[in-house]
Structure formats: structure tokens, C-alpha cells
DNA sequence: ATGCATTCTTGCACGCGCTGCAGGGTTGCG
DNA sequence: CGCAACCCTGCAGCGCGTGCAAGAATGCAT
């Protein structure tokens, strides 16, 4: 009944240490200060075979590899759902992908604590995350309407992501408890507060 | 009358030399074909001092250094001005920017015209202006009070770098003639007729 | 001009991130 | 059991970026 193989098995579980031991090492002696020779001497394992894991070393913090969108929230979205007005229905796409972290939320979580300190982290998230911009672009433009300008697009990718990294800043203002989508709410009527009635 | 020495002057024209030389061997070349050590002998001078000027070979390609706010713009938004309402208060905040590059509007439009094939750049420019969060971030304090929460002054921070980089997209998908800060006013208008209606 | 302090440039050695390649070992499957 | 696909590994090497210390250029005062 198994569908994944050893092979997968074993490749995912090696991925899984990779990402533990940067966090612990990270955690220890600042991430500035753990090399990627320590990480792999930590796994018992090759340099190069790091490599084959990650692009890049920052990436094995945020355990980066295919945070897709969910499927089903992304189809509604671009349908133009699910209630219709953008902004809360950004909101939900944001939500969805929040709900989905690829590795599991404590891992998702102590990443986060490690990105805190050092603001490149969030930066190559946000890079990456650009590898979904052409999915996300698509999105838009089902959306809003194929003449919909690039400018428009980018401006509502942005907008996502910074909504995603603001949500992040107020669940960890908040102590770090719960679940992080419980704050988006919050941010996004702080959002749309300002934007309509200025100030 | 001169209140520049010969010392600043030099060096403000070796800076503008690399800037140059960057840009013009990327645009030949492909930026990722383009080593420091190259740059260097272009401008016929030592690698070490590349790294005294820059502190990344891409900051020579935006040319970044001391982008700072203009102090009366800045001060007006703080104040809560001009009109009161803060989305074309951040347009006219923006617009002082574009207003003032550093090295003059080519250099600028040569830098965007790199960028544009390289996101990481447009990553390193919110890096660099990074270094201006914390002014922005106490002018939006001291605009929206003190009791704002981090995340709101960092979306209204991501908000405005998305304002300039929509802007630019739009500049340049329009054939890149005439003023950049034109195109300002079509993006947030957009902008605000996305979030205010829906859609 | 002359001497002196300050600043800027330079070469050197080095650490680290990251890559291509070539080989040997492991896994999956007929 | 044997073959094909895949994966790990060491090695050699490039490029970015830094600390250091010696030497050149500059600004300034005399």
C-alpha cells in the first residue's frame, strides 16, 4: 500500500535533517556562524550531496523546496470566488497557503524564529515565491481579465506576500501561540482601514 | 566657491565610473557573465577597492548608496500631509523619490533596464532600503501614532515599494519615454479601484 | 615648498558558497 | 541474478567578499 518507495522515503527523511540540524546548529551559534561544512558534518553527509538538496544554503533554513499554492483554494480564487470581492478573497488564498506549510508547522515555526534575526531569509522566501509568480500571475489575469496590465499583477503579488509577512510579525508579536491565519484578519482590516478612510 | 574637494570629487567620479562600467558590460554581456574582477579592469583599478565603494556587486548595478528620503517630502508625510488621505499622500512620497536618484535619471533607467532581467536586484534594492525602514518606519509612526503595530508600518512600507516597482513596470511597458513618477498616478488609482470595488 | 596626519588604494591570503565532472555504490525491477 | 536508473561522493575550481598591513595620494599648516 505504500506508494512512496524507500527511495522517496529515505530522500525525504534526509531533507527533513538537513532542515533539523541548520535549525539546531542555527539556534546554537547564529546562522551567520554555521557554515554548510557543519551542517553536513552534523547529517553525516557530503557537501556536495547538500547541494543536491538545495539551491542554497539559506534555503535549507526555510526548508524550502515546492510550497505550492493548494490546488482547490487557487482555482477558486482565480474563478473569481469565493466571496467575490478581492480583498477578502486574498485573504483566503493567503490563508490556504499559511495552512499548508510543506514540512509541518513546528518546523515552519522554528524557521521563522531563525528568519527573525536575519531579513535575507524572508527576502530569498519572497525570491522564491517568484518561481510561483508566473502561477500566480496566471491567477491574477484569469481573474481580473486577460488585458489586466503586468504592473497591476505585480502590484497584487506584492500585496499578498506582504500581507503573508505581516500576518507572520503579528502572530509572533502575539507571543507565537495559535495558529498564524488567526491573524491575518486583523491584518487585513488594519489594511483596508487605512486605505479607505486615509488618516 | 567649489565646497567639494578634490578628494570627494573623485571619488564621486570613480563611483559613477563603476556604475558605468557595470551597466555596460551586463548589458553586453548578461550581468551573471560579468565578474567584479572584470568591472575592475574596465575601470582600471583593483578589485579590493570595488569592495571599498560597494558593499555587493550588485549594489554597483543600482548604483545604491545613500538613497535617502528628500527631508521635506519626508517631513510633510510624517506631518500627515499633503491632502490628509494616505494612499495620495503615499503617491506624493513616492514621486519625491523617483524625483531623486542619486546618479541621475539615465544611470537610473540603464539600472531598471538590468533589473529587469534579474529580480534578486529589485531584492537587494529592498535590502538596501531596508536601511531606510527604519526611517520610514518611524515616519509612518509618527504619522499613524505611536501605537501602531510593526506589522502594519511594514505592510505600508511593502505597499510603497510596490507603488515605485509597479510604477516602473508601467514606464517601461509604456516604451520608457517621458517621466517615470508619470505613470505614478494610473497604478494607484488602479490600485484603489481594486480594493475599494472588488472585483 | 616642506613636513605631517589623514585618507585611499592595493596586493595578498583566506574562508565560504556553490558548480561540473567522473567514478563508484545503491536501489528497483524484470 | 543481472541490468538500468539513480544517488552519493571527492576533487578541482570559480567567484564573491573580508581583514590586514604597506605604500601612495591628498589636505593642511607652517
Known sequence: MEAEGLRARK????????????HRLAAEHGLERVTVEAICAEVGVSV?????????KDDAVLGLEHWR?????????????????????????TASALDHPPLGKERMERAFEVAKGHPELMLRAYTHLQGLHDDLAALVRR??????????????????LALA??????????????????HLPGVVSDLAGI???GR
Chains 1, 2 share one sequence.
Do not use: C, I
Open 195 to 197: 486605505l479607505a478612510t
Open 165 to 182: 509577512h505581516a500576518t507572520f510579525l503579528r502572530w509572533d508579536a502575539a507571543g507565537g501561540g495559535g495558529d498564524v491565519h488567526e
Open 48 to 56: 556536495r550531496t547538500f547541494f543536491n538538496y538545495f539551491e542554497t
Open 11 to 22: 530522500k525525504r527523511a534526509r531533507l527533513e535533517a538537513f532542515v533539523d540540524a541548520t
Open 69 to 93: 499554492l493548494d490546488p482547490v483554494a487557487a482555482e477558486t480564487f482565480a474563478a473569481g470566488g469565493p466571496s467575490g470581492d478581492l480583498l477578502p478573497d486574498m485573504q483566503a488564498l
Open 143 to 160: 481573474r481580473l481579465g486577460d488585458t489586466t496590465d503586468e504592473s497591476v499583477v505585480t502590484l497584487v503579488g506584492a500585496l499578498l
